[in-house]
């Protein structure tokens, strides 16, 4: 099994920064090898949305809303992404989740293909 644990999240004033790290980690005995890590949000009383997203190879993609103020990135090696927020907007309020999907290789050979979700980290945006 994966664990996806995300982490960062707080209050910040508009126009302001805060960076969210994302850690995807396989059991003892096993390698997690991720394919692409994504980050959307949910805003109270909002469907969930996309807000970033990188695969393995490095290429990212973004929603609308965030391009020129968020920066998806990633430490391979860790299997860690990060969000850096900046100019923050009150509606940039909302639970932000991060999800991955990957391979995990077993110590007996096997391989499992699975979506991992982490539990969210709230980001309030306000004065």
């Known amino acids: 099994q994966v664990q996806v644990v995300e982490s960062g999240g707080g209050l910040a004033q508009p126009g302001g920064s805060l960076r969210l790290s994302c850690a995807a980690s396989?059991?003892?005995?096993?390698?997690?090898?991720?394919?692409?890590m994504v980050w959307d949000r949910q805003a109270p009383g909002k469907q969930r949305e996309l807000v970033a997203s990188?695969?393995?190879?490095?290429?990212?993609n973004y929603a609308d809303f965030v391009k020129g103020r968020f920066t998806i990135s990633v430490d391979s090696a860790k299997n860690t992404v990060y969000l850096q927020m900046n100019s923050l907007k009150p509606d940039d309020t909302a639970v932000y989740y991060c999800?991955?999907?990957?391979?995990?290789?077993?110590?007996?050979?096997?391989?499992?293909?699975?979506?991992?979700w982490g539990q969210g980290t709230q980001v309030t945006v306000s004065s």
């Open positions: 999800n991955s999907d990957g391979w995990t290789h077993y110590g007996d050979g096997t391989i499992e293909a699975g979506r991992y």
């Open positions: 396989a059991a003892s005995g096993s390698i997690y090898r991720f394919n692409t």
């Open positions: 990188i695969t393995s190879g490095g290429s990212t």
